[in-house]
């Protein structure tokens, strides 16, 4: 079992930099591949990034790459999405989930291929 928290959520302008963290309970969190999924009012939950059990291998949306970084910290069983360059379309409630299979098993895109989720935390981008 683990138990996600989400934290770093704000209101920020175009153009700006947020640092969302996931914090992990459990003695097993380098076994869990991490991802970041956002969902927007009246928008299914849609993939951000993902990161292998070791942090060596990263996944990002077209509508990210090159702005956001996940990256993770084994020894603080924290997961991180440094999002720069925000956009108001970024706006959104943002997820962390885990789950067993590492990325390279595929299906990291899809949000029902993880097995657990935090509660959110809200990004709102002002223009």
């Known amino acids: 079992q683990v138990q996600l928290v989400e934290s770093g959520g704000g209101l920020v302008q175009a153009g700006g930099s947020l640092r969302l963290s996931c914090a992990a309970s459990?003695?097993?969190?380098?076994?869990?591949?991490m991802g970041w999924f956002r969902q927007a009012p009246g928008k299914e939950r849609g993939f951000v990034a993902a990161i292998s059990w070791s942090g060596g291998t990263t996944y990002y949306a077209d509508s990210v790459k090159g702005r956001f970084t996940i990256s993770r910290d084994n020894a603080k069983n924290t997961v991180y999405l440094q999002m720069n360059s925000l956009k108001p379309e970024d706006t959104a409630v943002y997820y962390c989930?885990?789950?067993?299979?590492?990325?390279?098993?595929?299906?990291?895109?899809?949000?029902?291929?993880?097995?657990?989720w935090g509660q959110g935390t809200q990004v709102t981008v002002s223009s």
């Open positions: 459990g003695r097993t969190f380098s076994s869990y591949a």
């Open positions: 989930a885990a789950r067993l299979l590492d990325v390279n098993r595929g299906g990291y895109r899809y949000a029902s291929r993880y097995d657990y």
